[in-house]
């Protein structure tokens, strides 16, 4: 069974750094493109960006090109968003997905979601 | 404002047929996939390509495109249907997908 297994939830301080994790197990994690998601309280999903393990090819969506830093680890078959930096508006579920091909057209298995509060 | 728009509601009785729509000139050249996602729940994937439904997946839902739109079908919508529904699509230059901004669906 294919699963992506999140860490959990976090709340820090504006200024602080945090690093995220998903972890995939049931599949060959390096050959699966992972995407993170952001959800904020009350609002639509947004790509941040995708990684492909395998490489690998980490490409940001426009709008979160700086902001985070996604990174994986084959090894360990996790991939991990992380922000060096927080600020109250990065309050926000994150969710990571897999999906497979040159390019992830689509994304078949989901984590569970991560809950960020970034308050001080 | 997202490349991908979507009505922001839609409604529906319980047992008739419902079209999520979504729009953008990328749908022109690729097609749409689509998520569900409950209530406090993460996303699942619906419908995707040009006629791909997952496993596990009622065939009441069924997609299609046309020009710059792509609509997400309901055929005899359950209660279990109402949720938001989010189409997104490649990005032309290689980044990540896009997503439209969601459509609620309400089953009456």
């Known amino acids: 069974e294919v699963q992506l297994v999140q860490s959990g939830a976090e709340v820090k301080k504006p200024g602080e750094s945090l690093k995220i994790s998903c972890r995939g197990s049931?599949?060959?994690?390096?050959?699966?493109?992972i995407g993170w998601v952001r959800q904020m309280p009350g609002k639509g999903l947004e790509w941040l960006g995708i990684?492909?393990?395998?490489?690998?090819?980490?490409r940001y969506s426009p709008s979160f090109r700086g902001q985070v830093t996604i990174s994986a680890d084959k090894s360990f078959n996790t991939a991990y968003l992380q922000w060096g930096s927080l600020k109250a508006s990065d309050t926000a579920f994150y969710y990571c997905?897999?999906?497979?091909?040159?390019?992830?057209?689509?994304?078949?298995?989901w984590g569970q979601g991560t809950l960020v509060v970034v308050s001080s | 404002s997202s490349e991908l728009t979507q009505d922001p509601a839609v409604s529906v009785a319980l047992g008739q047929t419902v079209r999520i729509t979504c729009q953008g000139d990328?749908?022109?050249?690729?097609?749409a996939t689509w998520y569900q996602q409950k209530a406090g729940q993460a996303p699942v994937l619906v419908f995707y390509?040009?006629?791909s439904r997952p496993s596990g997946i009622p065939d009441r839902f069924s997609g299609s495109s046309s020009g710059n739109t792509a609509s997400l079908t309901i055929t005899g919508a359950q209660a279990e249907d109402e949720a938001d529904y989010y189409c997104?699509?490649?990005?032309?230059?290689?980044?990540?997908?896009?997503f439209g901004g969601g459509t609620k669906l309400t089953v009456l």
């Open positions: 990684i492909y393990p395998g490489d690998p090819d980490i």
């Open positions: 997905a897999a999906g497979y091909g040159d390019y992830p057209t689509h994304f078949d298995y």
């Open positions: 990328r749908l022109r050249t690729y097609y």
């Open positions: 049931g599949y060959n994690f390096p050959t699966y493109w």
């Open positions: 390509g040009k006629n």
């Open positions: 997104d699509s490649r990005d032309t230059s290689g980044n990540p997908p896009v």
